[in-house]
T-cell receptor, first 114, second 114 residues
């Protein structure tokens, strides 16, 4: 079974630009979650999607948004990039909704904002 | 509010030594879920274990063991006879009873020296 895939693996953007990251969950998984990992703030939950609906959201500004498609693939968008958005963005999928069970993580997208 | 504390930022041990990674959590909920994840240098988090708050049995899986003590709000992780491949960052995490929020600790970076 293929694991969670994230594209692209690396991105370099400049301040003010916007970026879209993509995540393909494990086949059959309907829940996709996004996390931001930085040296200063650690791993922080961004949002969770289940069956194309955003179920939960972490404490991030509205510049961070996402969506999920009918095939469970998810995209995350960050608009008006700031230097502090430089981070590793991790996507995870699970078979059920919520965080009671095991999440399977992708390799992440390393975003650098210059 | 929920919180996970991993006081040990970095640990170094010599191969074959035993090592314990500490995790202390805070929650007002009586039902919750605790997790450990491993993040090797490749960046992809790997699920190790899940424990719900009603199951205080300790668990052993090969060289790994977990000690869950509700009385001290701790969920510690021990690696016996450590190996170089155990070098990684280990995260303890907590989800609330609804499974709608997920909180990671700051992680403990373990280096096993050959």
């Amino acid at each position: 079974k293929a694991g969670v895939t994230q594209t692209p693996r690396y991105l370099i953007k400049t301040r003010g630009q916007q970026v879209t990251l993509s995540c393909s969950p494990i086949s059959g998984h309907r829940s996709v979650s996004w996390y931001q990992q930085t040296p200063g703030q650690g791993l922080q939950f961004l949002f969770e999607y289940f069956s194309e609906t955003q179920r939960n959201k972490g404490n991030f500004p509205g510049r961070f948004s996402g969506r999920q498609f009918s095939n469970s693939r998810s995209e995350m968008n960050v608009s008006t990039l700031e230097l502090g958005d430089s981070a590793l963005y991790l996507c995870a999928s699970s078979s059920g909704q919520g965080f009671r069970g095991e999440q399977f993580f992708g390799p992440g997208t390393r975003l650098t904002v210059l | 509010a929920q919180k996970v504390t991993q006081a040990q930022t970095e640990i170094s041990v010599v191969e074959k030594e035993d090592v314990t990674l500490d995790c202390v959590y805070e929650t007002r909920d009586t039902t919750y879920y605790l997790f450990w994840y491993k993040q090797p240098p490749s960046g992809e988090l790997v699920f190790l274990i899940r424990r719900n708050s009603f199951d205080e049995q300790n668990e052993i899986s090969g060289r790994y063991s977990w000690n869950f003590q509700k009385s001290t709000s701790s969920f510690n992780f021990t690696i016996t006879a450590s190996q170089v491949v155990d070098s990684a960052v280990y995260f303890c995490a907590l989800s609330d009873p609804t499974g709608n929020q997920f909180y990671f600790g700051t992680g403990t970076s373990l280096t096993v020296i050959p």
